[in-house]
């Protein structure tokens, strides 16, 4: 695959990471059949892509991570595709879209909540995870005691609360990298979990 076909500031090979990281990544290569571009991009950069790893995994595998549990890992994919939705990143809706789908068992939930979060039909709980990461991912400094209490009405946990604002933070600059360096996604995602 040609450089500007992954970013458009190159890409490393798997086996050209740091032994580390050709080890980590290739283990996701191993269970999802192919790399996934963002490591490919990131790994210019090792130091980063170390970072964003761990509080990746910290966020979006808490069990893994020594995590206290907290949202379901659908869930979690939940609140990447409506806050990549809102931020509008192409790489991170379709990557995560078909994680969304396989964990949610919905081939179209991904769809529903990227391109019209507002009028996707969800469950209760489902709408208060998205209403909150779109509060956090669109106007952070308007969220107010009441958000939260709305929350809460839901049945979401304080920890849960925390999932949802962290993990729309991390994927808020997760965006942001795939809009700098124009990564695509990769071919293998948009079949995934239809």
Known sequence: ??????????????????????????AIAEKSGFVPNVFRALGRRPRELRAFLDY????????????????????????VVATSGANHCTYCVVAHGAILRIRAKDPEIADRVATNPYAAELSE????????ALLIARQS????????????????????IWDVGAITALFAMSNRLAHLTALRPNREFFLMGR
């Open 1 to 26: 695959m040609a450089e500007h076909e992954v970013s458009r500031f190159g890409h490393v090979e798997v086996e050209d990471l740091p032994p580390d990281l050709a080890e980590r990544i290739g």
């Open 56 to 79: 990746h995994d910290a966020l979006m595998e808490p069990d893994r991570a020594g995590g206290d549990g907290g949202l379901t890992k659908a869930e979690r994919e939940l609140v």
């Open 125 to 132: 709980r489902e709408r208060a995870i998205v209403d909150l």
């Open 141 to 160: 400094e308007a969220l107010a005691e009441a958000d939260l209490d709305d929350a809460r009405a839901a049945g979401l946990t304080e920890e849960e």
